[in-house]
């Protein structure tokens, strides 16, 4: 079944693979019927492409052109009126790309939209004038003495995207080229339609400081944050190169003792992450990656939360244990993981038919927390007995 992400993903690489006129957004949205959310995306993408490429060859047969504006897409397309933060990023590409628009035009264009685009503007020009600030009279590819954000002080000019390998509900993940060390890492970015969510920009920040806590071989290694040159955030992390759990699964190409041993790695993971007081509460096979070797790392801490934090968070629901469906059974703590390393424990082995084993999935999955094995430590120790 395609994806949102997919769609996304496809769009994006045809515009990096066109010759001398740009993807028909028009063609390519009745080929794959995304969804209205999915669409605003496209439409900014495809805005962003044209208005960075001024010198873009357009055929006459073009009615977008090279500089679109959003009631250009809302009429080919027959759209509704475009949300506040889709107007906002007309605004930062028109910036970004040589044009100098202003607050008063936009809020002309889209009256209902006032309030919002007079803070969303402002906050645009902000952001866009701290990176022009971060970067003034640097040699290329170094860091900056002084940074106007702290929290990411890596250099975008250091890093080459060159291919999406994913997307979610917030961001996507892409493989890239760090120059000035001349290495592959991963670098995640918030979706167009979350980069004025503050929520979801906290939650990211919050990823980055959790993932620079933990230092462990089967967790996949953060080397901080960024922004782009359109004021976004990106994390940079460790590129694994080989499919995640839940592709290995459909490839079936592991035999019991090395699924066991995947398991067990991933449990003394989990565990160390417990230490560090962060529980990682979205465990799935997913979010499990595998190198060329076959050996795991636990990813994507997006939903996890310090030990003593008391915020609900959620999750992925066939992978939820019941006290993140129902507060009321208990608090989400390191027993939550425990579940999580049962349901990946079922996933991977099916019916293996062996009774230690069900015994062992049993026990993470019960429905009382006190039930379960008291660490993830406790899991992985009966998995290698069982080896």
């Not at 167009?192 to 089967?218: M, N, T, W």
């Not at 590129?239 to 995640?244: A, K, L, R």
Request: aromatic share 8%.
């Amino acid at each position: 079944m395609t994806t949102n992400e997919d769609i996304i993903a496809a769009f994006e690489q045809s515009w990096s693979q066109r010759s001398k006129q740009p993807p028909t957004l028009r063609e390519f949205i009745g080929e794959h019927s995304p969804t209205e959310d999915c669409i605003v995306e496209l439409v900014l993408i495809d805005l962003e492409f044209r208005w960075r490429q001024t010198r873009l060859s357009v055929p006459p047969s073009d009615a977008l052109g090279g500089q679109p504006r959003l009631e250009d897409y809302q009429r080919q397309l027959d759209l509704r009126e475009m949300p506040a933060f889709a107007i906002a990023e007309e605004y930062r590409s028109r910036t970004l790309w040589g044009d100098r628009p202003e607050h008063a035009h936009f809020v002309d264009r889209f009256p209902r939209a006032a309030a919002e685009l007079l803070q969303l503007l402002p906050s645009v020009d902000s952001e866009l004038r701290a990176d022009r600030e971060s970067t003034q009279h640097l040699p290329t590819f170094t860091l900056a003495a002084k940074q106007p954000d702290p929290r990411a002080p890596l250099p975008y000019s250091d890093f080459v995207l060159e291919q999406m390998l994913g997307q979610g509900g917030f961001g996507k993940v892409y493989r890239a080229r760090q120059i000035s060390l001349n290495r592959d890492v991963a670098v995640k970015a918030l979706l167009k339609s979350r980069q004025f969510d503050s929520v979801a920009v906290d939650g990211f920040i919050q990823e980055a400081q959790i993932l620079a806590r933990l230092r462990h071989p089967a967790i996949v290694g953060v080397h901080g944050l960024g922004r782009f040159p359109g004021g976004g955030f990106f994390l940079v992390m460790d590129f694994i190169d080989g499919p995640n759990l839940s592709e290995q699964i459909v490839q079936s190409t592991l035999n019991l003792d090395e699924k066991l041993a995947l398991i067990a790695a991933v449990a003394e993971a989990v565990h160390y992450s417990h230490t560090q007081g962060i529980v990682h509460c979205d465990l799935k096979p997913c979010n499990i990656l595998l190198d060329k070797n076959g050996s795991p790392y636990v990813s994507d801490f997006g939903l996890a939360k310090l030990r003593s934090d008391e915020r609900s968070v959620g999750g992925t629901p066939a992978f939820m244990a019941p006290e993140q469906l129902d507060p009321g059974i208990g608090e989400t703590t390191a027993l939550t993981d425990v579940f999580g390393i049962g349901r990946i424990m079922v996933t991977l082995l099916g019916d293996a038919g062996d009774r230690d084993l069900e015994a062992i999935s049993d026990r993470c999955l019960a429905h009382n927390p006190s039930d379960r094995f008291p660490t993830a430590a406790a899991v992985a120790e009966s998995i290698r007995l069982h080896e």
